[in-house]
């Protein structure tokens, strides 16, 4: 099957059925920026995908392209005379790179731009399922994460709680 009848499968499925990316995997990057992507994922990608700044920029965002044109349009809808909208839309496609694909090891090249940005020097990265996406994050960026999630659970359990009574 060539490249565009298997990125049309992918995006055929993508379209038809939700993508779920779960799970978290340790990796490191290695001297020229290149990552390990986990097979699961890799196949759930398609064959191209997009690069991108996650939306707060803290961490690095892998599309599938589907779902990158999907959170496109949800932006194009929000209008373009908006300064604040456009001053975060030039930085994150400044960061954003489409038409990526993985090599022959399964390896993605994280292009030194955005990995500078948002991994500055960090070498070892967690790869995490994000629902629609993989999120890539330094591993002490994802340690304090972790950490201070762990001291809000509490708080966010009963938050979610609340949320349910309000259902009923």
């Known amino acids: 099957m060539d490249e565009k009848a298997t990125q049309a499968q992918a995006d055929s499925r993508a379209e038809s059925q939700p993508i779920r990316f779960i799970g978290s995997f340790n990796h490191s990057l290695d001297n020229k ?8 994922f890799r196949e759930k990608l398609g064959e191209t995908f997009c690069i991108a700044p996650s939306y707060d920029f803290q961490s690095i965002s892998v599309y599938p392209t589907a779902m990158w044109e999907r959170r496109n349009a949800q932006y194009e809808k929000l209008g373009n005379l908006n300064p604040a909208l456009n001053r975060y839309l030039e930085q994150f496609y400044a960061l954003s790179y489409d038409g990526q694909s993985c090599d022959g090891q399964g390896r993605i090249l994280l292009p030194v731009n955005i990995r500078a940005k948002i991994l500055q ?7 995490t399922g994000a629902n629609d996406h993989v999120r890539i994050v ?26 349910d009574q309000g259902d009923k």
């Open 121 to 127: 020097e960090e070498r070892d990265v967690e790869i």
């Open 33 to 40: 920026g290149r990552l390990v992507i986990p097979q699961g």
């Open 138 to 163: 330094a591993a002490t960026v994802s340690q304090s994460s972790w950490n201070d999630f762990r001291q809000q659970l509490p708080n966010l359990l009963d938050l979610i709680a609340a949320l």
